[in-house]
């Protein structure tokens, strides 16, 4: 579902945008919501991946898949509500800046980005 989580993907997509250095982490985090109804609110309403994929379903198959998404979460509720493990790309690469007058390269600058998977 997320194309960009594969292994070296994202490093040779900025390589291939001319960024210099580029060095990419995995890092974990916590989805936390009050609930898993509310997670489940949360997905209907977005966009993206999973409203792509529900609209392939007719209108009785996604009822059933909403319910089924509700229902794999709920051992993700505990007293401090929904929390869910994932894990976000953060990466960091170097831009190559250039002189306004000339256009001859100056130096190099960090930018750093987020990717969430």
Request: aromatic share 6%; glycine share 10%.
């Amino acid at each position: 579902m997320y194309a960009l989580g594969e292994p070296g993907m994202l490093e040779d997509l900025y390589g291939r945008a001319d960024f210099l250095n580029v060095s990419v982490h995995a890092v974990s985090v916590w989805r936390r919501l009050p609930s898993a109804a509310d997670a489940v609110v949360n997905m209907r309403k977005g966009a993206g991946d999973n409203t792509e994929l529900m609209n392939r379903l007719s209108v009785a198959d996604r009822e059933v898949a909403w319910a089924e998404i509700e229902q794999r979460f709920k051992p993700f509720e505990g007293p401090n509500g929904l929390e869910i493990p994932g894990e976000v790309l953060v990466g960091v690469g170097n831009e190559m800046m250039s002189c306004s007058c000339t256009g001859d390269p100056l130096s190099t600058h960090s930018v750093k980005f987020t990717i969430l998977s």
